[in-house]
């Protein structure tokens, strides 16, 4: 086994931002507006840095797929303990149109390469929230898949994962090499150190376009059109049981 | 109000955070806001200081902003905390890195300093405060000094006062009158100072004595530890603001100092204390800095939301221009600030003069905007359930110590004024 974890990270708009729609419905701003790691994927990044310290692993690589602007998201994985990075360059309409499927071909491609034993990523990304990406990547790489792990132990060769589903927590067992995603409870992101973020300075991100890895970036999804969610509507004061039973009754909900 | 669909999804999946244990309180915002606006602390940095200052302000909001308002109320001196800081390398930011400092840079330290004072302006402070001192001990300490004190300065397994004001010399720093007699392989010392920041609760005090005749040139530096013998401590003061250190006045009665803890030579003293104020002076202005922008950013946010005669406080012009007045202040000082570290760290020959510039009018701008900014929350304003009256208190000493304003006017017009 190699020892080797691909992690990938995603550059998302700030989760403290606030969102606003395009003048012309195509999509939200992101000029000018505030990016940081995808919140799950930082949870993915704390626990291969985690394996990585407590020896059962050898090599955590960071990768991020996007325009020049991912490197800064790689820097924040090598600054919390991450050992190098992969930045695959995809920019302009390629970008926009980049969804989970595409994204999965790619860390596919390099999970392949990289001989990695392990994938771990976020259980979701916070901007389009599609809980997708790690099941592709499994399926793809024909992989077992633990998602929404709140809990994750190497044992001998195979992986004990405690899953966050509805009706409460599921522990299965899955033979290496796997794909892993994060859900919240997994751990608590450390920060990085001024050490760790100057050391991270040398750390090395190589540069891959996806024609290299083979991959076609091709959309198969078209967005036609974003909206603001609906404005709250002001509720109704009844006097009575009766009269609120009526009312959900003319509604349809009862 | 516009999406906020992915947060309330994961508020609907049971969690009560989403990473590092926050906790929404109201003023968390400022550190996590992230908008493209004009007032972003982060416009002109290299990547590296952007990461800097990320760490920074995600400790702020996680570490700090939630138990500011406490910490204050309760007079409580955060150690927990403050080494949780060391342990990211805020302990000795620009001590060197063989002494288990961070060796970063001026401008890097004000970045980190602005940032985290909007967590909590006091305990910032004193954290400047420690490394200043550690500082003064890795750059004018020899070998064996270095060795012994910064580590467990830098990691804050130890903590640092700066002892040079006394109850009779404040701005007359010079005419300090705590004695220091030699008597072979030891110092005496007899004498007080007063208002020292942590006196009491600190380990290492780095004190400015006389060793000799009247005058700067009379001044040494001693290192005196806590515990020994001769050394007192006054009662905690009762302070309008920085209530998260305490103040004592530290006695000296006959205290036996080695003279193996003097930094530097005799005569010196004077020298390293001015030198240690240069850096501690930006410091001290970039926690002006930190307050004034988590104030904008709160007056701003209570502009949006409060309303009177029919619309919001936003509309209305007077506050807008208010407000704009006080971001254009907040961004000169700034400006000023991270110019004059910059100075430092070249050590340019117009460094002390911008120093003393911008601790003058960041210091004093910053307190007028955070005092706007309380203004224009009206009356909730004056309540200790808003961060604003507190970013107001804390920072109005920020005018007084590490040299007065009036003092900041002195060094200006003598560079003025010399004839060269």
């Known amino acids: 086994m190699s020892g080797r974890v691909l992690v990938g990270v995603k550059r998302v708009i700030d989760y403290a931002v606030k969102i606003r729609v ?89 999970a392949k390469k990289e001989d990695a034993q392990l994938v771990i990523l976020g259980k ?42 509805d009706g409460g927590l599921e522990t299965i067992k899955v033979n290496t090499p796997a794909v892993l995603t994060a859900d919240l409870r997994l751990n608590t992101p450390r920060y990085a150190t001024l050490p760790n973020i100057m050391k991270a300075k040398k750390k090395k991100i190589a540069n891959v376009k996806p024609a290299d890895l083979g991959v076609d970036l091709t959309s198969r999804l078209e967005v036609l059109r974003v909206e603001e969610p609906p404005q709250r509507q002001a509720g109704v004061k009844v006097e009575t049981v009766d009269d609120l039973v009526g009312k959900l009754k003319e509604a349809g909900r009862i | 109000m516009a999406t906020v669909g992915p947060l309330a999804r994961i508020a609907r999946l049971g969690c009560s955070h989403i990473c590092r244990n926050h906790r929404l309180i109201f003023n968390r915002n400022v550190q996590r806001r992230g908008i493209a606006s004009c007032i972003d602390p982060s416009y002109g940095l290299t990547d590296e200081q952007k990461e800097f200052q990320k760490v920074a302000f995600d400790f702020a909001a996680n570490e700090m902003a939630p138990h500011m308002a406490e910490w204050d109320q309760k007079e409580i001196f955060p150690v927990e905390t403050m080494r949780k800081a060391a342990q990211l390398g805020f302990g000795g930011i620009y001590v060197q890195p063989d002494v288990g400092g961070s060796g970063l840079s001026r401008l890097d330290t004000s970045i980190i300093f602005e940032a985290l004072s909007t967590g909590c302006v006091s305990t910032t402070a004193y954290i400047s405060i420690h490394n200043m001192c550690a500082w003064m001990i890795d750059t004018f300490g020899n070998t064996e000094q270095r060795e012994k004190f910064c580590p467990d300065l830098c990691s804050m397994e130890k903590f640092a006062s700066y002892c040079l004001t006394e109850p009779g010399s404040g701005s007359d720093a010079a005419s300090l009158l705590t004695s220091a007699q030699l008597k072979g392989d030891h110092y005496l010392l007899n004498g007080s100072k007063a208002f020292i920041s942590g006196g009491g609760d600190t380990d290492v005090y780095v004190v400015m004595c006389r060793t000799g005749g009247k005058g700067p040139k009379g001044i040494s530096c001693l290192v005196v530890e ?13 302070k309008v603001g920085w209530n998260s250190q305490p103040t004592r006045a530290v006695i000296f009665e006959d205290c036996a100092v080695p003279v193996a803890n003097r930094l530097g030579v005799e005569g ?153």
């Open chain 1, 22 to 110: 395009k003048p012309d419905n195509s999509g939200v701003v992101t000029d000018g507006v505030k990016h940081s790691m995808n919140p799950f994927c930082e949870i993915a990044v704390e626990e291969a840095v985690k394996l990585k310290e407590k020896k059962l692993i050898k090599e955590v690589v960071a990768v991020s797929c996007g325009p020049q602007q991912s490197q800064e998201t790689i820097r924040t994985a090598l600054a919390m303990g991450a050992d190098r990075g992969i930045h695959v360059e995809v920019t302009g309409k390629d970008y926009e149109n980049l969804g989970p499927l595409q994204v999965s071909k790619i860390l596919a491609a390099l």
């Open chain 2, 268 to 420: 010196q003293g004077f020298n390293i204390a001015m030198k240690g104020l240069n850096g501690g002076r930006i410091n001290i202005a970039s926690c002006s800095l930190g307050a004034a922008h988590a104030s904008v950013q709160l007056a701003r946010d209570h502009l949006l939301v409060r309303k009177q005669f029919g619309e919001s406080l936003s509309n209305n012009q007077f506050l807008q221009f208010k407000l704009a007045e006080m971001a254009t202040k907040l961004v000169a000082s700034r400006l000023l600030v991270r110019e004059a570290a910059t100075a430092l760290q070249e050590n340019r020959a117009d460094a002390v003069t911008l120093c003393s510039m911008a601790k003058l009018f960041a210091t004093d701008e910053c307190f007028n905007v955070c005092n706007q900014a309380l203004q224009m929350h009206g009356g909730y304003g004056y309540l200790k359930d808003y961060a604003v009256q507190q970013f107001v208190r804390d920072i109005r000493v920020h005018q007084i110590l590490e040299g007065t304003n009036e003092v900041m006017r002195m060094i200006i017009s003598r560079n003025l004024l010399s004839e060269s």
């Open chain 1, 124 to 165: 979701q990304a916070i901007d389009d929230d599609c809980n997708q990406t790690g099941q592709m990547t499994a399926a793809l790489l024909d992989w077992p898949q633990g998602t929404f792990a709140s809990e994750v132990a190497l044992e001998a060769d195979k992986i004990k994962v405690v899953r966050e589903i």
């Open chain 2, 226 to 238: 806590k515990g020994t013998p001769g050394l007192s401590f006054g009662k905690k003061e009762k």
